[in-house]
């Protein structure tokens, strides 16, 4: 197992190394549930990873799949493993802990974004201005606890194995004043010195492209180091985001994400927009409740 793997990442290949057994087996869902005397919602959910399997039903489901000796007793120590609290634990009432389980374990991630700046870029200052004024509803301790985790998850960027990081910012990104004039100029300037990382790569979508393949709104690609673990893709919404892993749904993202940063301006173009913006905000001169050019 790598070390880069977290719990969420081992419950995911848990399920995914049941499934393929059951399936050799030619044995449905609904039978081995009957055998374990669960339900079949139960079963599902640890094949695609949802919910944590104990070790001993794990072991009971090699059994009725024919499997024992050490790939028996590998896969139960996996089980184990998952079920294991990732550091995200204590904070999981104020975040998608499944998310950021995925994005621990990720080798390569690969998102667009077409509001705010992605959370391992962010400030502390503009982080916490874009939670209070996206959930007006919480409390300054329910901000306090996102702000920190979000500041937490940037050490994927400089830790000893650094995620590999490519984002597409739209240019709508740069020019909301999020926080006001001094929070948004840190936050270019934070995005410039990331962008310095050998393993960052920042491209700005201007809005002279016009339409383009990313409209539908923004996406993050998660790739693992190990073949066995195949991408993921999260599409965030209002209640959460959505994960996707079908071939056929990130084949799409995929080309999605390849025409998105293929109409975006080039990555030293872009970190000199981004320092010219720091300098000469657009906010500055465009009137409040302006909506021309």
């Known amino acids: ?21 059951r399936e050799a087996a030619r044995i449905t869902i609904e039978a081995v549930a009957e055998r374990l005397e669960c339900s079949a919602s139960k079963i599902s959910r640890i094949e695609t990873g949802h919910t944590t399997a104990t070790p001993r039903d794990v072991r009971d489901m090699l059994l009725i799949y024919g499997v024992s000796g050490a790939e028996s007793d ?28 995925l994005e621990s374990a990720a080798s390569k991630i690969r998102q667009y974004e077409q509001q705010v700046v992605p959370g391992l870029l962010e400030t502390e200052e ?19 606890q996102r702000v920190r985790v979000r500041l937490d998850r940037q050490s994927l960027l ?3 194995d650094p995620v590999d990081l490519w984002v597409v910012l739209d240019e709508a990104v740069l020019c909301r004043p999020v926080g ?14 990331v962008a310095e990382l050998p393993n960052v790569t920042l491209q700005i979508l201007p809005f002279s492209v016009g339409a383009h393949a990313g409209m539908d709104g923004t996406f993050t690609i998660l790739s ?15 209640t959460g985001g959505l994960f996707l892993e079908k071939s056929e749904e ?22 000199a927009q981004i320092v010219k ?14 909506v021309g050019t």
Request: hydrophobic share 40%.
């Open 1 to 21: 197992m790598s070390e880069r793997r977290g719990p969420t990442i081992r419950r995911r290949r848990l399920g995914a190394e049941l499934r393929r057994h």
């Open 74 to 101: 590998e896969l139960v120590q996996i089980a184990r493993e998952a079920r294991q609290k990732g550091w995200w634990h204590p904070y999981s009432t104020v975040l998608v802990g499944a998310y950021v389980g």
């Open 126 to 144: 503009y982080a916490s201005a874009m939670i209070r004024a996206a959930r007006p509803d919480f409390t300054a301790q329910q901000v306090q």
């Open 158 to 160: 400089t830790q000893d």
């Open 180 to 193: 006001g004039d001094a929070v948004m100029r840190g936050q270019l300037k934070r995005l410039v010195e």
């Open 224 to 238: 693992f180091p190990e073949a066995n673990d195949p991408d993921v893709v999260y599409a965030e919404n209002a």
């Open 250 to 271: 990130l084949q799409k993202y995929r080309f999605i994400f390849d025409h998105v940063r293929a109409a975006a301006i080039r990555p030293e173009e872009s970190i």
């Open 277 to 290: 913006l720091a300098e000469e905000p657009l906010w500055k001169w465009r009137p409040r409740g302006s």
